[in-house]
């Protein structure tokens, strides 16, 4: 998109408007009496139901997170899937050091937030494990990391990548341990999804 060409200031404004425009558009769709949310949490909201956000999906169960890598079919068989693994205590140690130090620049501290909301309208969230990241605008979770723990040996941000070749191995095996879209996504698109796939995982007894 055009505008992630814009600097950070601009950028922080472009999400303000976004943000806004969402809250506006809302209004009336979360039923009688909503709980009132905070940014983040409008922010993760909105992504549940497709809003471009500032927000990072993440799952604390890597079984999970090699469903969500391996459930799509992949255009070149010969290539890997990838599953990351972020240090949060890390994450969270390094945000307490920025808050706590100097502060050099305007709006929102350069810093990861974790978004981890309390919102009952996204039963997706409870049956993955999900939360979210938040990068300083315009800055990715790679760069990030790679600025801040420069100097450091710790294990931040981790990289696995598994060959494409054991798809459906691995599906099977994390179907028989019930992570699947019937688990993952407790709605009539789950169970769709979880129809649609068992043509591929039994292909091979019929």
């Known amino acids: 998109m055009g505008f992630l060409a814009a600097g950070p200031e601009a950028l922080e404004e472009k999400s303000k408007t976004q943000l806004d425009a969402f809250r506006y558009a809302a209004r009336g769709r979360r039923g009688t009496s909503p709980?009132?949310?905070s940014e983040n949490e409008l922010w993760a909201l909105g992504q549940h139901f497709g809003l471009a956000t500032p927000l990072l999906d993440w799952t604390r169960s890597p079984f999970a997170a090699a469903y969500f890598a391996f459930e799509e079919l992949a255009s070149d068989p010969t290539a890997f899937r990838t599953v990351y693994a972020l240090n949060k205590a890390a994450v969270l140690s390094a945000g307490e050091q920025i808050n706590n130090g100097p502060s050099v620049e305007k709006g929102r501290p350069q810093l990861i937030e974790i978004v981890d909301p309390l919102y009952d309208e996204n039963q997706r969230l409870v049956s993955q494990g999900g939360c979210f990241t938040r990068a300083p605008i315009g800055t990715s979770i790679e760069q990030?990391?790679?600025?801040?723990?420069?100097?450091?040996?710790?294990s931040v941000l981790i990289k696995i990548e598994i060959p494409d070749a054991g798809r459906l191995d691995c599906l099977r095996t994390l179907n028989l341990m019930n992570i699947n879209h019937?688990?993952?996504?407790p709605d009539l698109i789950g169970a769709s999804r979880f129809t649609n796939l068992r043509f591929e995982l039994e292909g091979d007894d019929e």
Do not use: M, P, Q, R
């Not at 990030?144 to 710790?154: C, G």
């Not at 019937?182 to 996504?185: D, N, Q």
């Open 35 to 37: 709980t009132k949310l």
């Open 144 to 154: 990030w990391v790679a600025n801040f723990f420069e100097n450091s040996n710790e």
């Open 182 to 185: 019937l688990s993952l996504f």
